[in-house]
């Protein structure tokens, strides 16, 4: 399988799969009910009638989709399958983007539902899965089309478009008379789908699909690509090189190849905040609108860390890193995943100890560039000063916590329900003997009950599992990091620890001009 994959690495797009479901998941969350949507509607949509058999065609397309693919890899069509993923990717992207941006929603089901048949039942069950909302435009019509357009430009398929034809008319016509969708979905649909086909199918594709992907700047893994020309000794690159957001269009398709899981999560990820930004401008929400800006910056992190301090992440950390912003500013902070989720705090927590250890790896070869004298650490040492480094990170935010609480009377060391606990304060004796006292069922505040149900403790619990949940992660990444430098050759240690680049390569190579390094 892994030879299969480095010789057919356009193989990689159906990664885009995992995505659009967790993405999807994000925006039916993001709007779970009709209420303060757009409403997509037009008169013509009450001409049209609810016909339950529908439904067969309807559940077709998820087949449908997947027959395209199934052809071009038995056949080896790199090129049509490419341009079908492109075409699978922006659409579905495009279309979630616009959902998370203006949420709108149609309200066209009837109330109820005949369940004594087959067809009924399946209609019910879409019903049930699926939330009247995100409509607009209908993925399903961009997903027929897309299969339409791979159809017609596969040589091996031409058998089948006839038959794609008429299925996908089916379908696109399913979405309407089991009334999933508006009228007007299926026009934007279809208005989306003839812009996709002239920039994929009829115009430079490759060249414009990659100015699709590349729109915004400072794309963190083109940190890599310059890193791993200044190990060559091409420090023209760091000097005399536009910035980034500059290059040349034509030099994105190398950059996407090399790193493409980065280049993905990225991408994905900075959609959603942008999305996320204009709907919290659009609520005049400007609070929120600041910490997406500051998550914005701070996926340039990355980038920021391997240009300036010259360590090249591996890909996996690099991932680890920028889902990690996302989680917890995004997911955390203002969906209020730390309220919903009470263990949401604690992974981010055991994430921050490991990519901290991560540095602190690295941090013995950062502080060895062009010294004199350096240090020489066995890897039981190393492994211990990526522990400790990480340690101090932990010790020193809990300091951040307190302060913020403390002086601003915030909560970030979110408070926790007890039932028992232990006081030498209520020692009536004042021998320092701790009293214990458990079964608490209520306390009360200046002579009201806070209705909590146990005693209110501000912030230890949380400090301290935050700290033990560092730890773990701390230790879990010294262990891979002390096998990765006592053999060098542990595949998966190599996934995770930063190469910190010599300083004195950069000056190793002559100057050359940009064409030249090409």
Sequence with gaps: MKKYIQEHKYVLLVLYVPVYLIWFALAEHMVPTTDGCWVSYLPLDDKIPFLPGFILAYVLWYPFLIFPVVVMLLKNDRRAFIRYGAFI?????????????????QLLRPAVVDTSNLCGWLVNAIYTA?????????????????????????QYLKKARIPSVIVAATICAATVFVKQHSILDVFAALALSLVLYLVIYVAAPMRYFALFV?????????????????????????KHEPKPPRRKLRDLGPIIRRRPAVFAVYLVLRLIVIAVMVMTVIHKDYESTFVCVLVLILFMLPRFVERNFRIELPSTLEIIILVFIFAAEILGELKSYFITYPHWDTALHTTTGFISAAFGFALVDLLNRNKPQQFKLSPVFLALVAFCFSMTVGVLWEFFEFSMDYLFH???????????????????????????????????????????DGYLDIGLYDTMEDLFVNFIGALTF???????AKSGKNKIAKQFVPVVLPEETADAAPEETPEATE
């Design 89 to 105: 990717i922006a659409g579905f992207s495009i279309s979630l983007t616009i959902c998370m941006i203006w949420p709108n929603c």
């Design 130 to 154: 699926d939330t009247p909302t995100n409509v607009l435009p209908s993925m399903h019509v961009v997903g027929c089309m897309g299969v339409l357009a791979a159809v017609f430009d596969s």
């Design 214 to 238: 590349a729109f915004s700047p400072g794309i963190c893994y083109n940190s890599s690509h310059y890193a791993r020309r200044n190990a060559r000794g091409r420090n023209h690159f760091m």
């Design 410 to 452: 915030m909560d970030m060391q979110k408070d926790t329900v007890i039932h028992a606990f232990a006081s030498v304060t209520l020692d009536p004796t004042n021998s320092n003997i701790p009293i214990y006292i458990d079964n608490i069922t209520d306390v009360a505040v200046n002579g009201q009950s806070l209705g909590l």
């Design 478 to 484: 010294s262990i891979i990091g002390y096998f990765s």
